[in-house]
């Protein structure tokens, strides 16, 4: 069974509107990322929050991380047609001293639309 | 700096054929990863290796996949033989990780789609 799971499954947007994407995780963790996909390619690496962090910021992006509740959302800002893609939350589930162990979610397909 | 290279990109095969996929990860990145992503799901890891001793296999099943990392630098993906349940893409990824430091992101290839016909 996967670590981590996203919601919603899809997300359709027009373009200048935020999209809001939520991951929740059952163990606890050193990290949480977000990669994205889009059709056909590699997953790239968005961000990384630490388990001791609560938000994050990168460019349109922001990242909350609640250990407490094991959840984690992303917020992109101001989405662009370009940002269509599948969004995953992968948490970092190693024990001390080990090799980092990413554990993906099902990803929530996004849609922004002209 | 040269990405994480992957080949082939495509392949189709019969059910109880072998298949063998080849990853080149960014140079000097101690750590690899093979992960399975069937379609509609999130990736799913295979085998992990830290130079060239094996992490973790325990997704491996073990019957038909084997992967090994000579020298502790390329990487091969072997299956043998292929179940119609093997169709997925098979996603090549690496870290500069070492025991705890660095950043933890992974950096990942294309992908070699596989379809087991």
């Known amino acids: 069974s996967q670590q981590g799971e996203e919601d919603p499954q899809a997300l359709s947007i027009q373009e200048g509107e935020n999209a809001t994407m939520n991951c929740s995780y059952k163990?606890?963790?050193?990290?949480l990322q977000w990669y994205r996909q889009n059709s056909g390619r590699g997953l790239v690496h968005l961000i990384l929050?630490?388990?001791?962090?609560r938000e994050k910021h990168s460019g349109r992006l922001r990242v909350t991380l609640d250990t407490s509740k094991k959840s984690s959302s992303l917020l992109i800002t101001a989405s662009r047609a370009a940002d269509t893609a599948s969004y995953f939350c992968?948490?970092?589930?190693?024990?001390?001293?080990?090799?980092?162990?990413?554990?993906f979610g099902a990803g929530t397909q996004v849609v922004v639309t002209p | 700096e040269a990405g994480v290279a992957q080949s082939p990109r495509y392949k189709i095969i019969e059910k109880r054929q072998s298949v063998a996929f080849w990853c080149n990860p960014i140079?000097?990145?101690?750590?690899l990863y093979w992960y399975q992503q069937i379609l509609g799901q999130g990736p799913k890891l295979l085998i992990q290796f830290q130079n060239n001793g094996v992490v973790d296999d325990s997704q491996l099943p073990k019957d038909r996949f084997s992967a090994e990392r000579l020298k502790g630098v390329d990487s091969t993906l072997k299956i043998q033989p292929a179940k119609l349940e093997d169709s997925a893409v098979y996603l090549c990824?690496?870290?500069?990780?070492?025991?705890?430091?660095?950043?933890?992101?992974?950096?990942f290839g294309e992908g070699s789609r596989l379809t087991v016909l």
């Open positions: 990824a690496s870290s500069p990780r070492r025991g705890g430091r660095g950043t933890g992101e992974l950096f």
């Open positions: 163990t606890s963790i050193n990290n």
């Open positions: 929050i630490r388990s001791n962090e």
């Open positions: 992968a948490t970092d589930v190693s024990k001390d001293d080990s090799w980092g162990k990413l554990q």
């Open positions: 140079s000097g990145h101690a750590t």
